[in-house]
């Protein structure tokens, strides 16, 4: 009988290769019919989706590739001390262009957040060090619970973080989903076939993940400036990741450009509904889509350099 492993190599090769065309469909669908994407969000389905996400990434990686995270040490302090002050700046200065104060208040809680959790898989796609943006990941997570209401209090915004529940709810999200995965992987390393398979997993749940947030975008012209203003942030974020990735090899470069410019919606918006009010989190929804939508690229422009360099 035939062995499954190369089929699953295949389909999972596949499903990397088309991910943006996935990702685009996705987003159309969700908007077009925004219904069981909702429902499913209201019963903690984003929580479960990234903690899934975040466990196929932790099987990922091998123990051998923290090695890199030593090596890069300096570079990671560097990464963090500047994006924790950059951030919020920028966030604070795109937000200028809307005009509802509670819609702006809620864009600045982006400049806050955390890392997209979904960009160490990304990385993994893309080819880049996982374990680096896995540690950028976790370094902003940390520096968010420790500074996100000071930092939207010196903007000018009168925040009230939940510092203990952002703290645990961030823990079981990212910290024991990628804990647990880095060790099942040291304990049993996956063959050719189960290492294909997770990589599918982390395929379909970055779309299940994109399903969700895209349902919760309410098409409205109010809204053009907000996303105009969020696209600002988003390129900012973009540049500002290029340019602390500078001097370093490829692999390293897309792990700490990728987390610098990609934050976490979620965590976005459960900062903006504690410190706000629910109606200040309306725009990490679009906020959301156009992460994945710009992390999604990073994976096929790798592939596409490397199938010229080949």
Same mark, same amino acid.
Request: contains cysteine; proline residues 6%; positive net charge.
């Given at each position: 009988?035939?062995?499954?492993?190369?089929?699953?190599?295949?389909?999972?090769?596949?499903?990397?290769?088309?991910?943006?065309?996935?990702?685009?469909?996705?987003t159309?669908?969700?908007?077009?019919?925004p219904?069981?994407?909702?429902?499913?969000?209201?019963?903690?389905?984003?929580?479960?989706?990234?903690?899934?996400?975040?466990?196929?990434?932790?099987?990922?990686?091998?123990?051998?590739?923290?090695?890199?995270?030593r090596?890069?040490?300096?570079?990671?302090?560097?990464v963090l001390a500047?994006?924790?002050?950059?951030?919020?700046?920028?966030?604070?200065?795109?937000?200028?262009?809307?005009?509802?104060?509670?819609?702006?208040?809620?864009?600045?809680?982006?400049?806050?957040?955390?890392?997209?959790?979904?960009?160490?898989?990304?990385?993994?796609?893309?080819?880049?060090?996982?374990?680096?943006?896995?540690?950028?990941?976790?370094?902003?997570?940390?520096?968010?619970?420790?500074?996100?209401?000071?930092?939207?209090?010196?903007?000018?915004a009168?925040?009230?973080?939940?510092?203990?529940?952002?703290?645990?709810?961030? =823990? /079981?999200? *990212? !910290? #024991?989903?990628?804990?647990?995965?880095? @060790?099942?992987? +040291?304990?049993?390393?996956?063959? &050719? %076939? $189960?290492?294909?398979?997770?990589?599918?997993?982390a395929?379909?749940?970055?779309?299940?993940?994109l399903w969700?947030?895209?349902?919760?975008?309410?098409l409205?012209?109010?809204?053009?400036?907000?996303?105009?203003?969020?696209?600002?942030?988003?390129?900012?974020?973009?540049?500002?990741?290029?340019?602390?990735?500078?001097?370093?090899?490829?692999p390293?470069?897309?792990?700490? =450009? /990728?987390? *610098? !410019? #990609?934050?976490?919606?979620a965590?976005? @918006?459960?900062? +903006?509904?504690?410190?706000?009010? &629910? %109606? $200040?989190?309306?725009?990490?929804?679009?906020y959301?889509?156009?992460?994945?939508?710009?992390?999604?690229?990073?994976?096929?422009?790798?592939?596409?350099?490397?199938?010229?360099?080949?």
């Amino acid at each position: 009988m035939r062995e499954p492993g190369p089929a699953l190599a295949t389909a999972a090769g596949t499903a990397e290769r088309f991910l943006l065309a996935g990702v685009l469909a996705v987003t159309v669908a969700s908007v077009g019919a925004p219904a069981p994407g909702r429902a499913f969000s209201r019963h903690n389905g984003i929580d479960l989706t990234l903690a899934l996400l975040v466990l196929a990434t932790g099987l990922s990686l091998r123990l051998s590739d923290l090695a890199a995270v030593r090596a890069a040490g300096r570079r990671i302090a560097v990464v963090l001390a500047v994006s924790a002050v950059a951030l919020p700046a920028l966030a604070w200065a795109a937000s200028q262009l809307i005009a509802d104060p509670v819609l702006r208040s809620g864009m600045q809680a982006a400049g806050v957040a955390p890392a997209e959790v979904a960009t160490v898989a990304l990385c993994v796609m893309a080819g880049g060090e996982a374990a680096v943006c896995a540690a950028l990941l976790a370094g902003s997570t940390v520096l968010t619970v420790l500074t996100a209401g000071p930092a939207l209090s010196l903007l000018g915004a009168r925040a009230n973080v939940p510092a203990a529940s952002l703290l645990g709810q961030l =823990a /079981l999200i *990212v !910290a #024991l989903p990628l804990a647990a995965g880095i @060790a099942l992987r +040291a304990v049993r390393p996956p063959g &050719p %076939a $189960a290492d294909a398979v997770i990589r599918l997993i982390a395929v379909a749940a970055l779309l299940v993940l994109l399903w969700q947030v895209a349902s919760q975008i309410r098409l409205d012209a109010a809204y053009a400036t907000v996303i105009a203003a969020l696209a600002c942030y988003l390129a900012g974020s973009a540049v500002l990741g290029r340019l602390l990735a500078i001097g370093a090899p490829a692999p390293r470069a897309t792990a700490v =450009a /990728l987390p *610098v !410019a #990609l934050r976490d919606f979620a965590v976005a @918006a459960g900062i +903006a509904a504690a410190a706000f009010g &629910p %109606a $200040a989190a309306a725009p990490l929804g679009a906020y959301g889509v156009l992460v994945l939508l710009a992390g999604s690229v990073v994976p096929a422009l790798a592939r596409r350099r490397a199938h010229h360099g080949a």
